[in-house]
Structures are given as C-alpha cells and as structure tokens.
C-alpha cells in the first residue's frame, strides 16, 4: 500500500481481518455456491481480507472428496470470480483450507461426521470454534437443517467463540410462512445469530445511498415533500428466467424482486437518519418508514399495481422465447414477470408523494436505479419554446451498471439569446475510484464473519414486506389471467404500467 501513488485508491481499501473461523456451506453441489459463495470467498482470501486459517466445508448428499470438490470449485472460480482466475499459488493456498463433508440434511449421523471435522479444522487449522452455516439450499431444506443443526448441538456457540447462521432468500413464500420460517428460527438461534441474505443491500452503490444523504449537507433539505414531485425504483434486468423457471414459476416479479429488494432501495432513500450507522440504528429507520408504507387495499390493486408477463421478442439482437415456452414454466402459467406499483408513504417528509417500484425480465436493458424527479420551478422565468429543452431537476442513483449518480440541471445555451438545455452532472464510481468494488456476496460474507448485521434482514423488515405485498398477491392470485398484461422481450414492460404514472408523469426509459 505504501507504494499506492493513488490515494482514493489506498483509501477504499479497509484492511481488517476478522477472527478465524470455518463457514459450512450447506447445498456446496449447488448453483449459488459455484457461482457466488466460494467465488466472493476466493476473492476475500485474494485480497487478503479472510483471517489465518480460514476453512470452508462443504456439505451435500453428493459423493465427493475434499479432492473432488476443490476441483470442482476450482472450475467455479475460474468462471465466475469477478478479479479474475487464480494463479497455481493462489489456489493451492485456497483450496487448502477446503474441506468437504458427505450427509443428508436431516441425517444426524451426517452432523455428526461434520461436527468431528469442525473440530479437526479448530485443532489443524487454530478456527477456535468459530463458525458460519450458510444455508444454500432450496428453502424447503431450511427447517430440515436447523432442527438437525439444533440436535446435534452445533446451534450453540462454545463459550469463547461465536456460531451465525445465513438464510438465503426466498424468506418465505407469504406473511404466514415467513412468520411460521420466523418462529421456527428463533425456536433453535437467537437472533443475534441470524444473517437473512438481502443481496442488493450490499451492492456498493446501494450503500452510498446513505454516504450520500447524510454525509452531504445539500440534500437533506430538498429530500422531502416540498421539493420531491416523485420517486422511481427501478430493477429491470435483459435476462429471462436463465433456467430458474421451476423456481420462479412458485415465485414471481413481487416475490423475487419487490418484496425484499427494491423496498429495501425504498427504505433507504426514504427513512429519517439513523442516530448512528450500528446495524439497528439503520435498521430501526428503515423499519419505521417501511410500516409507514400505506398498504393498498383490494379495491385498489388495478389502479395501483400492474402485472405483466413476457412473449418471445428479440434482446441484445438474439430472438428468445416468450416465458409460458421457458423450461420448467406452464403454458397457461399466470406469473409475472414484471410488476409495478404506486406506493404512498403516510408520514410528515413524504405525504403526497408517490413511489414507484418496478422490476421485469426480459426487458430491454440491465438497469437499476433510484430516480428522485424534483418538482418544478415555482415560477417559470423562462420561456418554454421549442428551443427551451429542459426539464426539472433529476438525481438518478445508478446501481448498475455503470455505477454511479446522474443530477440533471438546466443551463443556458451559449449565444446571445437566452435558451435553455438539460444538462447531466455525473459522477463514476469507476473513474473515480479506480478501483473493483465488491461483490455483494464478498461484503455480506466478510460482514457476517465481522458479526455486523447492518446489511442483513431483520425479522420485522421481512414481515413488514411481505404485508405489503399481499394485497396485491392475493389479488392476483385470484385474477387468473384477467388483469395479466403481455409484452414483447426486449420491450420496456406492459404498456398498461403507464396508467400507474399520473399528473403527466412518466416512466424513465
Ligand atoms: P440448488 O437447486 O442448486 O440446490 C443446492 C443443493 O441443494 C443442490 O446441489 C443439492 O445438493 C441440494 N438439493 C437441491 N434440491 C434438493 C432436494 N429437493 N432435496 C434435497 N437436496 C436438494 O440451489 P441454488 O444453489 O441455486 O440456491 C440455493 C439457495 O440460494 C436457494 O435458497 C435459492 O433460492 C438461493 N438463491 C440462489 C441464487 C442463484 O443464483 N442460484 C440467487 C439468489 C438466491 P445435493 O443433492 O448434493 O445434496
Ligand atoms: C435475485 C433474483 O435475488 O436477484 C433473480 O432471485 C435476479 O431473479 C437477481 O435475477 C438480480 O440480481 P442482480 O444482482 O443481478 O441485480
């Protein structure tokens, strides 16, 4: 670092290494844990960010070897890790501290096997008994797993060391099986020890929602009802359903994206600042402004909530298919896979003031963000010709790609008479960091190693989401194909969402 001639540079580095410890990852055969697990770990270890002695194992039904799984995670990190393959001696060292343990996920004799090479990998290896179980699993697996984790004695943390456990999304498939995922948590960990995966809370630009709200003094007294005609919290994503169609056949735009992602986006733009960044100052705000969210009742749901479902269109110059023709996916199938909805927020800062979420696959670009539309001059001192190209002001969020934030201005058009032109002021994180930001499943990885919640679910945010979702949900549910709208791939979602945008609004494009 000494050598490091860009300061920004040496400054975006945090060198802080946590305690040893070992993460189990339960469901290693899977997807999640080739594609995003032991890559974000490997790359954790590259940059030197996990502590001495680090071990990961590995746990499935699957027949392998610690030999056979190092080689298949080799391939995984090959692939997948987003710094790059590693060297041989990257990997050896890596891949030395793997370990993989063969069982069922009710089968106590499994845990057993697994419990005794936990305590060979704290004798060998100095992890002090500290440990992660991740639960990459499908969720029907999670009660399973705990309750085998709670018979076999492996849910208590030996005195001197710390057990955290982390659940993958989905939490729940509605407000009653995540009350029921809830209870059946808190029956064998405390809270303390639970980590519920929200990705997009760790993506960096996310986090400098905050940084940028409360560490600069110019938008806290714009960022409220007199000054904000409106907000747009957008994830729309190019892919389709990238073989994941059984899965999201049970789930959905709402389910998949929605109740978890985008109101945590909602959350943080809209919450009041939190007396410190500890994790429940943050997530008690985040809470009080999600429950000031006004639930729409029935009678509303057409108004204020669109749904829509994608036909075979073109993306990126390739034709694809239409979802009822993916694999996995009924015919007649009624999910969405787009939804938007008009949300209010019943509080003093934003009365009045609409929220709008929308999130789609197979639309035409990778674009998330969070646009603040100000209102309007007050007076208009200029004269709207056709010369006169402007528009109110405009702060966009760029989460990805292309991270970053956007503010619209106007300004006068050099010459001698006066006209007017939008102009964008921008900042990139690329450009002014120049350096890679972390993975989301790194940041989440090492914060729950640190024993830092902050970028973690709690129990009520979950609950929370899930309320305000099912109006809608059971609505639909209830709809059959009545207010199902189709758009073509590669489109920017059902032209019906436009209804949602009213007072000459409109959807950003
Ligand atoms: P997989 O379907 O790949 O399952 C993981 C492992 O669990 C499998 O390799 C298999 O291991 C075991 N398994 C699968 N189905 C069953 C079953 N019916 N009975 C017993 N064991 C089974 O899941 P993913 O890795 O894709 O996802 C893991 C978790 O992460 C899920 O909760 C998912 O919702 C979540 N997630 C995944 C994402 C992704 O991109 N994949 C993104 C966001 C969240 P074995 O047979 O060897 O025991
Ligand atoms: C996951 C959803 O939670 O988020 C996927 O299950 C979706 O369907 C993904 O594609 C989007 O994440 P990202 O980080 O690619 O925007």
């Given amino acids: ?11 975006a580095r945090v060198e802080r290494t946590p ?14 844990a080739k594609r995003k697990l032991v890559p974000a770990l490997f790359n954790l270890a590259r940059e030197r960010r ?12 699957s027949p392998l070897s610690d030999e056979a799984l190092r080689a298949l995670m080799y391939e995984a990190v090959v692939r997948f890790s987003s710094s790059g393959p590693p060297t041989a001696a990257e990997w050896e060292s890596f891949a030395a501290g793997m370990f993989y343990c063969q069982g069922g996920y009710d ?4 845990y057993t096997r697994l419990k005794e090479r936990l305590a060979a990998i704290d004798a060998e290896r ?4 500290n440990r992660i179980f991740y639960l990459s699993t499908p969720p029907s697996l999670i009660g399973p797993i705990m309750d085998t984790l709670g018979a076999s004695e492996l849910a208590r943390s030996a005195p001197g060391s710390w057990t955290r456990i982390i659940i993958e999304k ?3 498939y509605d407000l009653k099986t995540a009350q029921e995922l809830n209870a059946h948590i808190s029956r064998i960990f405390d809270e303390s020890q639970v980590y519920r995966i929200d990705h997009y809370r760790a993506k960096e630009t996310v986090q400098n929602i905050v940084a940028m709200r409360f560490a600069n003094g110019i938008f806290e007294p714009v960022w409220n009802r007199r000054y904000i005609d409106h907000v747009q919290i957008t994830a729309a994503e190019a892919v389709g359903v990238e073989g994941r169609g059984g899965y999201y056949e049970g789930s959905g735009a709402v389910r998949d994206m929605l109740q978890n992602h985008l109101l945590q986006l909602l959350a943080l733009v809209a919450m009041e600042p939190p007396i410190s960044l500890e994790a429940d100052a943050i997530r008690d705000e985040a809470i009080k402004v999600a429950k000031a969210i006004r639930p729409l009742v029935p009678s509303e749901v057409d108004a204020h909530a669109v749904r829509g479902q994608y036909t075979a269109g073109w993306v990126g110059g390739k034709a694809v298919p239409g979802y009822r023709e993916e694999e996995g996916v009924s015919p007649t199938s009624t999910t969405e896979t787009y939804a938007a909805i008009r949300f209010e927020i019943d509080n003093w800062r934003w009365a009045g003031v609409p929220f709008f979420l929308r999130s789609g696959k197979r639309m035409t670009k ?7 539309q100000f209102r309007q001059v007050p007076m208009r001192l200029f004269s709207t010709t056709e010369a006169d190209l402007h528009e109110p002001n405009l702060l966009v969020m760029k989460i990805q790609p292309d991270e970053g934030l956007t503010l619209r201005l106007a300004a006068k058009l050099p010459g001698h008479a006066i006209h007017l032109r939008s102009v964008n002021m921008e900042f990139r994180y690329g450009t002014s960091f120049g350096v890679r930001s972390s993975e989301a499943y790194e940041r989440l990885l090492l914060d729950c190693m640190f024993g830092d919640a902050t970028l973690f679910t709690r129990r009520d945010m979950v609950e929370t989401g899930w309320a305000l979702m099912m109006p809608i949900l059971d609505h639909w549910a209830a709809s059959g194909e009545r207010n199902l709208h189709f758009y073509e791939a590669g489109t920017w979602g059902p032209e019906a969402a436009n209804r949602l945008m009213d007072e000459g609004r409109a959807w950003r494009r």
């Fill in 1 to 11: 670092m000494a050598n490091d001639l860009n300061p920004l540079r040496a400054e």
């Fill in 19 to 32: 305690d040893p410890c070992t993460v189990v990852i339960f469901g290693a055969s899977g997807d999640l």
């Fill in 50 to 61: 996990l502590p001495g002695g680090f071990s990961i194992v590995g746990y499935s039904r």
């Fill in 107 to 110: 089968d106590v004799a499994g």
């Fill in 126 to 129: 100095g992890t002090s008994g």
């Fill in 170 to 172: 989905p939490l729940g």
């Fill in 366 to 372: 990778r674009a998330a963000e969070i646009a603040v």
